[in-house]
């Protein structure tokens, strides 16, 4: 697979910008080279561009080489990279599923480059056949997301690796709630894809989302292009010490983890035996989406309580469904007393 004919000619083209801590890495008696203040350190100097310490940690924890991570400004930075390196505005297009992450389109449009969607199958299954029928020539970039937000679903293996195989472009997989899944994550397949591109977050199970870190993993290939595009300081050194602080509490989030799933568990159970509730569908998400009686007045009334759950009645195949979050135990529970007074 020719890796190079998917990305736009000016991108590959592009001579990167050459920042001074790219060009001089280790110790020195005197850093005058970035027109940094003396003072103040170590925040008076421009972090790591590569992030290199924190990048060597994540491999670790994820069995990955170093070189096939790249770390964003949370996922919405390398969604973004991703149109900006393979997709020509005005010519080429993405394929997506529906419904699924709000943020691909968002990005496509954003970029000015045409966002296909193809509706899921029944249950939010994704048939491979469908989506690659909606490529054509100028498709570069195929969106996934599993477990796919909002349905919670993980998608089919099978049908992913369909995608993989035939499609001549970039398959993206989105895991952004892959640490409450069931199945493995796809990682353990970047050897064997080379247009395959994983997302995942620190946002979600690892807690972190006021800070800003989403990882895309893809071959050292695919990565040079996203290194290119990307700011060259786009992760600041705060959060490169605080996501590095906390990688060392492996334990404590795996049991944080375990809690949230015990107690999805729990609530799955409870919401199955309200008035209200028409279905709750299987979840590998930290997320259960639920169909209601009527979507509209119980997100009303749950917000006149000052409970708030995200509404996604006008979303496709989502008619009279709530997407509600696995919260604490005592936040769970206020959340079913509440529902137990609606039909
Ligand atoms: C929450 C979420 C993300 C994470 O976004 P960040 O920018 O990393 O916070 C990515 N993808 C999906 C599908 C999500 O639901």
Redesign the pocket.
């Known amino acids: 697979m020719n890796i190079a004919a998917f990305v736009r000619p000016n991108i590959l083209a592009l001579k990167p910008y050459s920042c001074a801590r790219d060009e001089f890495k280790g110790e020195a008696k005197a850093f005058l080279d970035a027109n940094e203040n003396p003072f103040g350190a170590p925040y008076n100097r421009y972090p790591d561009p590569r992030q290199t310490a924190l990048k060597e940690k994540i491999a670790r924890l994820k069995h990955v080489r170093p070189t096939q991570i790249m770390l964003g400004n949370?996922?919405?930075e390398p969604i973004d990279l991703t149109y900006r390196i393979f997709c020509e505005p005005g010519k080429d297009n993405a394929v997506g599923i529906a419904p699924?992450?709000g943020?691909y389109s968002v990005c496509a449009d954003i970029n000015n480059v045409e966002y296909r969607e193809v509706p899921l199958e029944e249950n939010f299954e994704l048939n491979a056949r469908k989506v690659l029928a909606a490529t054509d020539c100028n498709t570069k970039v195929i969106w996934c997301?599993s477990p796919n937000?909002p349905s919670g679903n993980l998608l089919n293996r099978n049908e992913l690796r369909v995608l993989l195989n035939e499609f001549n472009g970039m398959v993206v997989i989105?895991e952004?709630?892959i640490d409450f899944a069931s199945e493995a994550s796809w990682l353990g397949e970047l050897d064997n894809y080379p247009n395959l591109i994983v997302?995942q977050?620190?946002?979600?199970a690892w807690a972190m989302?006021s800070v800003?870190c989403?990882m895309a993993f893809a071959s050292e290939e695919v990565l040079e292009y996203y290194n290119k595009v990307k700011y060259p300081y786009n992760i600041n050194l705060l959060t490169q010490e605080f996501v590095s602080k906390r990688l060392d509490e492996v334990a404590e989030t795996r049991s944080r983890i375990d809690i949230l799933l015990q107690e999805r568990t729990k609530l799955i159970v409870s919401l199955q035996q309200l008035p209200c509730t028409r279905k709750v569908y299987p979840t590998d998400a930290n997320f259960v989406l639920v169909e209601v009686t009527d979507a509209n007045g119980i997100y009303k009334k749950l917000v006149e309580e000052a409970i708030v759950v995200r509404n996604r009645h006008t979303v496709l195949k989502c008619g009279n469904c709530l997407r509600i979050t696995v919260g604490t135990p005592e936040e769970n529970k206020l959340l079913i007393e509440s529902l137990r007074t609606m039909a």
């Open positions: 949370g996922s919405d699924s992450y943020m997301c937000n989105d952004a709630y997302l977050t620190f946002s979600k989302a800003r989403g």
